[in-house]
């Protein structure tokens, strides 16, 4: 058998399974992005992403923007559970003929983001390797935790930003498509400069009843916060964001904007739900929608657009 | 230019004076092994260590051993702290065609590792990638620290265990010499299943004034020890530890096992000082050997051998 066919839930479950459960110090495990540790300070954050060429970015994407980058996806993670980034480590295998123009380039995008959230970089590892292998772990801190496991019945659901965007700038870049329009710009700007939403989290964590990021695309990610959650939701189709940027482009290439927002991964916004009576206060401080209501589990997880109804699939991205 | 002409330490150089330094609470940052933050319960200590395909290891080599061996990497940087290591994070990209047996004994290995130092696999991450990639972060914490950077004139140098075991067992392997005699077994057996020193570790955490675990060899990790130090050394290199097993292979293939004890890395013995007056105490409470003394720095890092002094180079293992 191939590792293929098991995949990486398969992978995860075998691990989860066979390996031996900690102690009741670490509230999240195995299977999560971020794993969650309680300590005298409150919970320690731990999460960890790899970036392999030719599996999440060609060598010719702007390094300084894939150094940006490396971070931004594990920093939002860090948001995701409500919590502030603090320190970050490196692992970097480097091709041995890889210019030191470009590695330069890649340190100082990651150095921008890190001094813009306030990270320090303060450890890791490099090695050389046949291609460009990045593997970053972040630490973060937080007196409140918010999971993905804990949304109720009854709560709204809300997503910050806009939805799709980042998936339309990946197609552009994977088919090569050249066009000098701002939209174009934009949207693979939204692919190579994801905003982690820090200060959204940091607000939400006394807010939010559940919370995950958004790096799958919102029909996985709401999946996996439903199953953790043991929740349904129903979503409201219609009101979910979409920027002008992608409707125009959708326009040209005759493709429903509905398909990046739904199944485009690595928007890197906050996917959350918070009890009834809190539409205001969320709407008012942070840029987040309204965009649908958690159900009891057996209603399934279903979609409400141009009047009908219909199951939300699972689907999106997936490795191997 | 290229990464290669800028090397390993050029790159943590560039790092170190580019991006911003910590708080005071960062013990220990970049260019360690080891990250060391001061937190309320004592001291949390970070490591993470890369392994790729073809670079560090072989798919050919055992994967159980390699498992445990991904992992005892990492138990050892934080046993050389006198820390106790705690939570782990794999990072690890897999071939789409490796079969699932493969990994099933890889993952084994490194459970097995895990439960005999008790330390819990709580995250990471999985991706498809071109050749195996192994990323594994280790937390781990202690009350007490011991750096690489506070051997102090007059303090004696100690080894636990044999060194260059391990160098040869690679040499075999990489070799490709094939005998059925146990001391080829016993080689090959150290380089692939070392054994992270934390007891020893947690007993010298009271009682040594510096410590770092051998993964580069003893001339280079002494090299580094007495850098951060700014102190000399003086070895008695006839007082070495080197095993029966290596000293038979080495009589086999005329080689002097100095060598090996001296430029072999990866022994993952730790390489500590301590005070006068300690020696009994330490002798007879762990394996570990008195090998020298430290000196003032502008006396440089010598070794005497066969009643001759000359300097010891910093030569080894250099990645790029």
Same mark, same amino acid.
């Given at each position: 058998?191939?590792? &293929? %066919?098991?995949?990486?839930?398969?992978?995860?479950?075998?691990?989860?399974?066979?390996?031996?459960?900690?102690? $009741?110090?670490?509230?999240?495990?195995?299977?999560?992005?971020?794993?969650?540790?309680?300590?005298?300070?409150?919970?320690?954050?731990? #999460?960890?992403?790899?970036?392999?060429?030719?599996?999440?970015?060609?060598?010719?994407?702007?390094?300084?923007?894939?150094?940006?980058?490396?971070?931004?996806?594990?920093?939002?993670?860090?948001?995701?559970?409500?919590? %502030?980034?603090?320190?970050?480590?490196?692992?970097?295998?480097?091709?041995?003929?890889?210019?030191?123009?470009?590695?330069?380039?890649?340190?100082?995008?990651?150095?921008?983001?890190?001094?813009?959230? $306030?990270?320090?970089?303060?450890?890791?590892?490099?090695?050389?390797?046949?291609?460009?292998?990045?593997?970053?772990?972040?630490?973060?801190?937080?007196? $409140?935790?918010?999971?993905?496991?804990?949304?109720?019945?009854?709560?709204?659901?809300?997503?910050?930003?806009?939805?799709?965007?980042?998936?339309?700038?990946?197609?552009?870049?994977?088919?090569?498509? &050249?066009?000098?329009?701002?939209?174009?710009?934009?949207?693979?700007?939204?692919?190579?400069?994801? #905003?982690?939403?820090?200060?959204?989290?940091?607000?939400?964590?006394?807010?939010?009843?559940?919370?995950?990021?958004?790096?799958?695309?919102?029909?996985?990610?709401?999946?996996?916060?439903?199953?953790?959650?043991?929740?349904?939701?129903?979503?409201?189709?219609?009101?979910?964001?979409?920027?002008?940027?992608?409707? &125009?482009?959708?326009?040209?290439?005759? %493709?429903?904007?509905?398909?990046?927002?739904?199944?485009?991964?690595?928007?890197?916004?906050?996917?959350? #739900?918070?009890?009834?009576?809190?539409?205001?206060?969320?709407?008012?401080?942070?840029?987040? #929608?309204?965009?649908?209501?958690?159900?009891?589990?057996?209603?399934?997880?279903?979609?409400? $657009?141009?009047? &009908?109804?219909?199951?939300?699939?699972?689907?999106?991205?997936?490795?191997?």
């Amino acid at each position: 058998m191939k590792i &293929k %066919e098991i995949g990486e839930l398969g992978f995860i479950e075998w691990v989860r399974k066979n390996f031996k459960i900690p102690g $009741k110090d670490v509230i999240v495990g195995i299977g999560d992005d971020t794993a969650v540790i309680k300590d005298k300070d409150g919970y320690l954050l731990v #999460t960890k992403d790899l970036l392999i060429e030719d599996v999440h970015f060609k060598i010719s994407f702007d390094p300084f923007l894939l150094g940006r980058k490396s971070m931004a996806v594990n920093i939002s993670d860090i948001a995701s559970m409500g919590g %502030e980034p603090l320190y970050s480590f490196l692992g970097i295998g480097f091709p041995k003929e890889l210019s030191w123009e470009w590695i330069e380039k890649f340190m100082l995008g990651m150095r921008d983001i890190c001094d813009k959230y $306030k990270v320090f970089l303060i450890g890791g590892d490099t090695c050389s390797s046949p291609k460009l292998f990045i593997s970053v772990t972040l630490i973060g801190k937080t007196d $409140k935790v918010v999971l993905r496991s804990s949304a109720r019945e009854g709560d709204y659901i809300y997503v910050t930003g806009k939805l799709g965007d980042s998936g339309a700038g990946l197609y552009i870049l994977l088919n090569n498509l &050249k066009s000098e329009d701002s939209h174009y710009k934009y949207l693979i700007e939204r692919h190579l400069n994801p #905003t982690p939403r820090v200060e959204e989290g940091r607000f939400l964590k006394d807010i939010a009843s559940s919370m995950i990021d958004l790096s799958d695309g919102l029909s996985i990610d709401l999946h996996n916060l439903c199953r953790e959650s043991r929740v349904g939701a129903l979503i409201y189709g219609d009101r979910i964001p979409i920027s002008d940027e992608l409707k &125009k482009f959708c326009a040209e290439i005759n %493709e429903d904007p509905f398909r990046f927002a739904l199944q485009g991964g690595e928007d890197y916004e906050l996917l959350f #739900t918070s009890s009834e009576g809190l539409e205001r206060k969320i709407v008012e401080s942070i840029p987040a #929608t309204l965009i649908g209501r958690i159900e009891k589990r057996e209603k399934g997880i279903r979609i409400l $657009k141009g009047g &009908k109804e219909e199951n939300l699939l699972r689907s999106g991205w997936e490795h191997f």
